[in-house]
């Protein structure tokens, strides 16, 4: 979710994931380059929601740069919370769940003139309530875990775009990863994308489009706004799950960079 191009301007930004998966998550990929290099940027937030069938996932989290310049190789903290609805058949019987996900991790991100890579690694925690509750499902309850992510992001003015992100926690063996490759139109970023994703639980690949359109929100405050769609597909040993069955995925993201 990053990248950079300081012959344009000199800052960057973090991960969606998220998500990021991931969380997360959110795409920030650009935001930072049209910011004036004489007005460093410190944070960035973002949020969004994501859908497929008997699952919807919303998320929000906020990324800060302790040197209180994203254009500078340096610490990053990053905070993320998502809270997953969801349904699933175990049986003859009807599981409604919910949950909630966060972590707090410490990074370092590195700029150059071409692309953008950061690391993280934290804390996680996971928590999910069924009813009725299911004593077969391998994720119920809470559990904390390690977690570490990493991203590699191409740089701002590259025709060529490209964005390379993922995590795993501890925490139920969850993973999430996503690769995207597309056009570069500067204002705008247009491609197809893949994803893997799973837990003790549950185990799916997406494949799928995005297009992301970058703009000044206000003054000295930039933004980009994300939608994505195409198609889940489920393991059937592992079908039940707070992601959601087999069938169309879309979802939408929006960040800010100050």
């Not at 740069?65 to 254009?71: K, T, V």
Request: hydrophobic residues 35%; proline residues 3%; charged residues 20%.
């Amino acid at each position: 979710m990053f990248q950079s191009f300081r012959n344009h301007v000199k800052w960057c930004g973090a991960l969606l994931v998220a998500s990021s998966c991931a969380a997360h998550a959110a795409d920030l990929n650009g935001l930072y380059e049209s910011a004036p290099p004489t007005t460093p940027k410190s944070t960035v937030t973002f949020s969004g929601s994501d859908w497929v069938r008997d699952s919807s996932y919303f998320y929000s989290g906020v990324i800060f740069a302790l040197n209180r310049d994203l254009g500078r190789d340096g610490v990053v903290l990053r905070g993320f919370a998502g809270i997953p609805l969801f349904e699933y058949n175990s049986g003859d019987e009807k599981i409604d769940g919910d949950g909630v996900q966060a972590d707090f991790m410490i990074g370092y991100m590195w700029t150059r003139p071409f692309l953008t890579f950061s690391t993280y690694i934290g804390v996680d925690y996971q928590d999910f309530d069924l009813t009725p509750d299911d004593l077969t499902s391998k994720v119920r309850g809470d559990e904390v875990g390690f977690k570490v992510a990493a991203d590699l992001s191409s740089a701002y003015d590259s025709p060529f775009y490209f964005n390379l992100n993922g995590s795993y926690s501890t925490a139920y063996d969850t993973y999430w990863t996503r690769g995207r490759i597309g056009y570069n139109g500067g204002r705008f970023v247009i491609g197809p994308e893949v994803i893997a994703m799973g837990n003790d639980g549950f185990r799916a690949h997406r494949i799928g489009g995005f297009a992301t359109l970058r703009f000044e929100l206000t003054s000295g405050v930039h933004s980009e706004l994300t939608g994505y769609v195409g198609h889940q597909y489920v393991d059937e040993d592992k079908s039940g799950s707070y992601r959601g069955g087999e069938g169309t995925y879309g979802g939408v993201g929006f960040s800010l960079v100050f």
